[in-house]
């Protein structure tokens, strides 16, 4: 079975500052896909970043960066200098690779993030 | 280009009705999913489907139904609605790609809001 933990249920910040949401997760799988969504107030899922289990490279996108490592399951995420539009609902989620079967997402259940003027 | 419908966005029922959740994709894909958010939960997977005329059962099935008459829409049901059913429900699609789709992103829609008296 698998399972992503987001043991940050909320965090709240003061704008300016770095801010890391983590996120671990367990699958008997060599192969699998991790993905981070964000939640606005809005409601609506905004994909953020895929990476498949044989790509530890860490990737960086403007403010944001994520950082896998395999060694401790752990697929974290950065937020670098945060903004007030960051506040959300931030989302992990895994999805395996079972003969094509990997269009099931288990989700993290979440970490509220407030960012404060 | 839509994306991926739902409709309605808010929805009130008295337990014991039935309603159709609709969802509908414009982007040709194999897979759509349904998920609900409960607060607290993450989003959990109710039924899926890899594509027409082929559905099976996600983490919480219960108190639903889904079929996939098409490649564009996937209807879902709930025959007896309950207050435990009171949720955000998420409709998501997904392209298939030789070797599997986990590493696309799954589109999502923007969520009905469905209240159980």
């Known amino acids: 079975a698998q399972k992503v933990t987001q043991a940050q249920t909320e965090i709240s910040v003061v704008e300016k500052e770095d801010v890391t949401l983590d996120c671990v997760y367990e699958?008997?799988?060599?192969?699998?896909?991790l993905f981070w969504y964000k939640q606005p107030p809005s409601g609506e899922l905004v994909f953020l970043i895929r990476?498949?289990?044989?790509?530890?490279q860490n990737e960086i996108s403007g403010r944001y960066s994520w950082n896998f490592q395999k060694s401790t399951s752990s697929f974290n995420f950065t937020i670098t200098a945060s903004q007030v539009v960051d506040s959300a609902v931030y989302f992990c989620?895994?999805?395996?690779?079972?003969?094509?079967?990997?269009?099931?997402?288990?989700f993290g259940k979440g970490t509220l993030l407030t960012v404060n003027p | 280009n839509a994306g991926v419908t739902q409709t309605p966005k808010f929805q009130v029922l008295k337990t014991g009705q039935s309603m159709t959740l609709q969802c509908a994709q414009d982007m040709n894909h194999e897979y759509m999913s349904w998920y609900r958010q409960d607060p607290g939960m993450g989003l959990r997977l109710i039924h899926y489907s890899v594509g027409a005329g082929i559905t099976d059962q996600g983490e919480v099935p219960n108190g639903y139904n889904v079929s996939r008459s098409t490649t564009e829409d996937f209807p879902l049901r709930l025959l007896s609605a309950a207050p435990s059913q009171t949720s955000v429900y998420f409709c998501?699609?997904?392209?298939?790609?030789?070797?599997?789709?986990?590493?696309?992103?799954?589109?999502f829609g923007d969520g009905t809001r469905l209240s159980i008296l």
């Open positions: 998501a699609s997904t392209p298939s790609r030789t070797g599997g789709a986990g590493n696309q992103p799954q589109h």
């Open positions: 989620a895994l999805s395996e690779a079972r003969g094509g079967s990997n269009y099931k997402l288990t």
């Open positions: 699958t008997r799988d060599t192969t699998y896909y």
């Open positions: 990476r498949n289990s044989f790509d530890e």
